[in-house]
């Protein structure tokens, strides 16, 4: 329909600030789902449109945060060295903080620490919605806490950035706020601080349990806790939530190799696993029309892109 639009009016996509953010979005759902490849694709192509204006530099965001969820750190280091070079203070300070984020992920903690001070600087310059960036130098701050072992001040400031995320508004700021929750659990577990990884899984579950990741999360933190029963039944609850992934997701494919080995532990057959329970209407089924459905126009508001009503000139 959008497309049609554009060719029926004669109007380049890359004007629209609304086509790089429907396709961020629209990514963000097959990122729910397990559809990476399509969802990989879709996030390449918003990145490459220009950027016009703080929202859209803010959104380019979400191309390097895919690659440290995927686990592509050094990948996600070169996309956020660009952003870093943006036009604007809101730009820069995005690619610096992602920037740290991979160093980070990399063990680079000195380096990391290097784009948490840039990043500082460049926040002090945004004199639009600047508080509602907070979180993305908290989060870039909790990462380096942790890879330096800073337990007890890691873990807290995660569990702050946790609590914003819980209460985050709207359909669309939720499937973002879930995505941000999975790359904490990855981090947790990363760095050895599996309490901060079993919270951070129920977290997802309580936000969504239709999301598979959320099972997933646990069933690590359970395998690693030496309880077999618990991990294979939450291996089983995410190997049917993610009954339209990819077939080669790497989450997917470990979780049927999880089951294989210890199918003779499973409490039950992995056909009469049983789906937790929606909790409410606006819980997001777990099919790909559903959530494509869920997709709007409106922006989200944690870790996700104002609206560009806000960056206009007065």
Not at 12 to 29: Q, R, T
Not at 159 to 179: F, M, N, V, Y
Request: proline share 5%.
């Amino acid at each position: 329909m959008e497309n049609a639009y554009y060719r029926a009016e004669k109007i380049p996509s890359e004007y629209d600030w609304h086509h790089p953010h429907n396709l961020s979005l629209l990514a963000s759902c097959l990122q729910l789902l397990g559809q990476m490849k399509e969802a990989e694709r879709l996030l390449r192509q918003a990145y490459a449109l220009p950027a016009h204006g703080e929202a859209a530099e803010l959104g380019r965001r979400q191309w390097p945060e895919f690659l440290l969820a995927r686990g592509r750190p050094q990948e996600a280091f070169d996309a956020a060295q660009v952003l870093a070079a943006a036009a604007t203070p809101t730009g820069r300070f995005v690619g610096h903080t992602l920037a740290g984020r991979a160093l980070a992920a990399m063990n680079r903690v000195e380096e990391a620490k290097t784009e948490f001070t840039a990043a500082s600087q460049e926040l002090r310059a945004v004199t639009v919605d600047a508080d509602r960036l907070q979180p993305y130098l908290q989060t870039l701050e909790a990462e380096i806490l942790l890879s330096q072992k800073k337990s007890a001040e890691g873990v807290a400031l995660m569990k702050q950035i946790l609590e914003q995320l819980r209460g985050t508004p709207g359909p669309d700021a939720r499937s973002q706020a879930l995505l941000q929750m999975d790359s904490i659990a990855r981090r947790a577990r990363e760095t050895d601080e599996w309490a901060l990884a079993e919270f951070t899984a129920q977290e997802m579950i309580g936000l969504d349990p239709s999301y598979g990741g959320g099972y997933y999360a646990l069933g690590l933190v359970a395998e690693q806790q030496g309880d077999a029963a618990a991990a294979t039944q939450k291996f089983a609850i995410a190997e049917k939530l993610w009954s339209e992934a990819d077939k080669d997701l790497p989450e997917l494919q470990a979780v049927r190799q999880k089951l294989a080995s210890k199918q003779s532990e499973l409490p039950q057959t992995r056909q009469q696993c049983e789906l937790p329970k929606w909790k409410s209407p606006m819980t997001p089924r777990g099919s790909a029309e559903a959530r494509r459905r869920r997709l709007s126009l409106s922006s989200s508001r944690i870790f996700s892109v104002p609206s560009a009503e806000k960056f206009r000139p007065h």
